[in-house]
């Protein structure tokens, strides 16, 4: 339990680029699977995750034969919700939440800005014992266009002041937003991201092998942040690499 005390808790956030190495030579996810543990995040907000693919194992031998949600997340996290954005003939991928404390699953909102492109919104809602306020949660993974995320951004903002309200929340993910047009209207709707609070600047998470891009963020909004961190280590498991923060709720 990554908690101390009883109100602070670990987030952590990364794109799993479907659990294959940079080049997509090499599957990483029992990898990612031991990494993402010895950190023990409370709250696991995974894009690109690849749910079900039934060539995997064909080519690479080694490779989950269940569902990767229920592969990472067993004996460790407590419950988990995933949401399916893109499907082909051997499979599907998404995003999810893994979670040690019990997740209360809302819908996947389809927010895809572009046809050829299918992003959604996953929305839960955790409840850490001992503490009277739920959390919300989304995740995220916006359009590779600006325009494109600009909107994706404005459904997103309308579905947290719909569904959240002014409650504690995080939104995590892959924003695809290396000019860091998001904050300003994040800001607006009363978050904030936790390496900007610290640093002064989002993580540079991308590409993995040379981090040049910041691409990834956790935005909180009635949490206070108490330490963020860039995996750096982690740079042959994707192409992105994965974050954490530690949050506390107000």
Known sequence: ????GSSRFTVMSMNVHKGLSPLHRHSTIYQ??????SHHPDLLFLQELQQEHRGRLRRFG?????EL??????DFWHDWHYGKNVEYPDGHHGNAILSKHPLHKGNNYDISAYRFERRGLLHSITQFEGLDK???CF?????????????????????????AQDGPTIVAGDFNDWRNRVSAPMREAGFDEVFEVLTGAPAKTFPSIRPMLPM???YVRGLRIHSAKILHDWMKLSDHLGITAELELL
């Not at 339990?1 to 101390?4: A, I, K, N, P, R």
């Not at 990612?32 to 543990?37: A, I, K, T, V």
């Not at 080694?62 to 269940?66: G, I, R, V």
């Not at 995220?140 to 569904?163: D, N, S």
């Open 134 to 136: 739920p959390i919300h």
């Open 62 to 66: 080694q490779w989950p034969l269940t």
């Open 216 to 218: 990834d963020r956790i």
């Open 69 to 74: 949600t229920h592969f990472l997340s067993e």
């Open 1 to 4: 339990m990554s908690m101390v």
């Open 139 to 163: 995740c995220v993974h916006l359009a590779l266009f600006e325009r494109g995320r600009e909107r994706q951004l404005e459904e997103i903002i309308h579905y947290i002041k719909v569904l």
């Open 32 to 37: 990612l699977r031991q990494r993402m543990r």
